[in-house]
């Protein structure tokens, strides 16, 4: 090759050399930006570390959801220190909730479990991570059906549809019938919610009737083995794909979680029918339940998102924030979930 050909050559070779040095150096800045604020939590947190003050919960953000995960960490978890209150700290969470005295496990950072995990501070206490709840797997489970099986029942915010199930052996732990007017008086599982929406129905009960309304609780918790008989009953009648729409197969109904009550009224002759909605009681409350922590799950106009057609009547628990947000936004708890996804 002459002499010119050789500077030709190696010009290449030096150019294409440079143009790959600079992919790796590409390459690893964004590896150590995508790590960064992790680092610097690392860094900013130091070795003294206490449990936040404030209410946390699942999707929230910021330096308070890095100091709960420190804190987690302090006593035997070992969770990333991401800034996002993930689906790994709902587990540890709710793990934690299990394995203490007189917490409600709801996979939230509330005032009851920030007292118990000082408690674990002060007396220099430590945990066996997952004892309370698995970890998650690797792989989901899923149904005969094929739907994807949830890993934490137990988290307020746990979407449950036609995608995802409850376990068939999930019973919640807390389940008490709230202080409300029922059209019935048999001690029945449907009675009963789990007991943060027990309590919360209570109130916006309490209010609704303050505001001179007569509403009723028709139908809150439906186990597993009963989502059975309501199912085929449903399909025998109507055929599976029909009944599909209004009827929850086993273990996607909601009412599983211990976290949803259908309402009624006298002037629906306390049926569950969508007349409901324009009466007063119905009204007042798609205006008023996001004020108690509750949303109409399977809004008008959404049906080719949730799967189910309109219910007014049907309300699910997921806390006051969370509630208050989705029905400004006029989304429903599959696009409150995507947002994060």
Not at 136 to 156: C, K, L, M, R
Not at 250 to 262: A, V
Request: hydrophobic letters at 35%; charged letters at 25%; one cysteine or more.
């Amino acid at each position: 090759m002459k002499p010119l050909g050789w500077i030709a050559f190696s010009t290449i070779c030096l150019l294409l050399a440079s143009c790959s040095a600079q992919g790796d150096v590409k390459e690893n800045a964004d590896s150590e930006a995508s790590n960064q604020h992790v680092s610097q939590a690392e860094s900013s947190l130091g070795e003294e570390v206490t449990p936040p003050d404030m209410h946390l919960q699942k999707f929230d953000k910021g330096e308070n959801v890095q100091f709960l995960k420190a804190s987690l960490n302090q006593i035997g978890y070992d969770l990333d220190l991401s800034d996002t209150f993930d689906e790994e700290l709902t587990w540890a969470i709710t793990d934690f909730q299990l394995q203490s005295e007189n917490l409600i496990a709801s996979g939230v950072y509330d005032e009851a479990t920030k007292e118990a995990l000082f408690t674990f501070f002060e007396e220099d206490k430590s945990i066996e991570p997952g004892e309370g709840l698995a970890a998650p797997p690797d792989q989901p489970e899923t149904t005969d059906a094929g739907t994807e099986i949830v890993s934490n029942p137990y988290d307020e915010l746990a979407l449950i549809n036609k995608n995802f199930a409850l376990p068939e052996d999930y019973i919640p732990e807390d389940l008490m019938v709230p202080d409300v007017p029922f059209p019935f008086t048999e001690d029945l599982p449907k009675k009963y919610l789990r007991e943060n929406a027990a309590h919360a129905l209570e109130d916006l009960f309490a209010a609704a009737e303050e505001a001179g309304l007569e509403m009723y609780a028709q139908s809150g918790y439906r186990s597993y083995d009963r989502q059975v008989d309501v199912f085929a009953a449903n399909a025998s009648q109507h055929g599976e794909d029909y009944a599909n729409k209004f009827s929850a197969r086993p273990g996607e109904s909601e009412h599983q979680t211990g976290l949803t009550m259908d309402v009624t009224s006298p002037e629906v002759n306390l049926d569950l029918v969508t007349e409901f909605a324009d009466t007063e009681e119905g009204k007042w409350l798609a205006e008023n339940a996001p004020n108690y922590g509750f949303i109409i799950r399977f809004p008008e106009g959404k049906e080719d998102i949730t799967g189910y057609q309109y219910e007014p009547w049907h309300i699910r628990y997921v806390g006051e924030k969370v509630a208050k947000y989705i029905t400004k936004e006029n989304i429903t708890l599959e696009e409150y979930v995507a947002q994060f996804e």
